[in-house]
């Protein structure tokens, strides 16, 4: 019995990489009867026979994204620009608290930084990389800028794109392999001052290092149903330090007194505009526990 992993399905078949060979297969009956689903990802026993085969077995996922829906991600490769398309910082931060509830480490990648002065460069990675924490690289996916980097980190890994439509995703996909000119990259609609979704589908892309991308129809929009509203500063990383000066134990850092997470807002140490997405999110968390 092999063991590969599904990088694509289709209309019930599942394409299998095994050993760098690529399999079609289908899944055994009783998957069905069993509501056992096949994601993009999955690690799969398979009976080979030519050059097909039979799914017999799904292997424990170690982490799964559900929208998109992918297993075993060891990373999220968010894509993010500050113009064309402008910058919505709500969706960045809803993202980054979507993938670290599913145990993903995020990386931060901020494009198109040609168009862009140094100072508004500076000012990004100073609030995502030294503020809270994250693993941020500008970098510009059209002309190859910054990718060097970007290479070694992909290496090994299975890495899930996010990104609003426009921010570059299937261009950056081409930058890494040259070879997948079968990527298609949309054009940004002026209209709507977004790009059109050109990748309809989750399709896991072998590259050059040895890890498998995920070009993803995007990230649907992201709620927060199953989430406590005293869970949710746990997302907000730069807020640890200043939480425990609280005078409550249980503050939710919104109007309590004696709130040292605001008094660090005040003083600039915590970005405003990171505190009024968690505020934001925190009446949207109040809102969805009254239904």
Not at 123 to 149: K, M, R, T, W
Not at 269 to 278: D, G, H, K, S
């Amino acid at each position: 019995m092999a063991v590969g992993q599904v990088i694509r399905s289709h209309s019930n078949i599942y394409y299998v990489l095994i050993e760098g060979r690529e399999f079609e297969c289908r899944s055994r009956g009783r998957f069905r009867l069993e509501k056992q689903v096949v994601l993009a990802g999955d690690l799969v026993e398979v009976l080979i026979d030519g050059e097909e085969g039979r799914i017999d077995k799904v292997l424990p996922r170690r982490t799964v994204l559900e929208r998109p829906a992918i297993a075993n991600v060891d990373q999220a490769v968010i894509l993010f620009t500050l113009r064309e398309p402008e910058a919505d910082y709500p969706f960045l931060d809803r993202v980054l608290i979507h993938v670290e509830r599913a145990g993903v480490a995020p990386i931060i990648l901020l494009n198109k930084i040609d168009l862009l002065e140094p100072a508004m460069v500076a000012d990004f990675c100073h609030i995502y990389g030294e503020q809270v924490g994250y693993s941020v690289y500008p970098i510009g996916a059209l002309d190859g800028l910054g990718l060097d980097v970007v290479r070694p980190l992909l290496a090994g890994k299975l890495s899930v794109l996010a990104g609003h439509s426009g921010v570059g995703k299937s261009r950056l996909v081409r930058s890494l392999e040259p070879s997948r000119q079968d990527v298609r990259v949309g054009e940004l609609s002026e209209k709507l001052g977004r790009g059109k979704h050109t990748t309809r589908h989750v399709e896991l892309i072998p590259i050059a290092s040895g890890g498998l991308l995920a070009d993803t129809p995007g990230f649907t929009y992201l709620e927060f149903h199953d989430l406590e509203k005293r869970d949710l500063a746990e997302y907000f990383p730069e807020f640890r330090r200043y939480a425990t000066q609280c005078r409550f134990d249980d503050c939710i850092h919104n109007k309590e007194p004696d709130c040292a997470v605001r008094a660090a807002v005040a003083a600039g140490a915590i970005a405003e505009r990171r505190y009024a997405n968690y505020t934001g999110f925190l009446k949207e968390v109040e809102a969805l526990k009254r239904w």
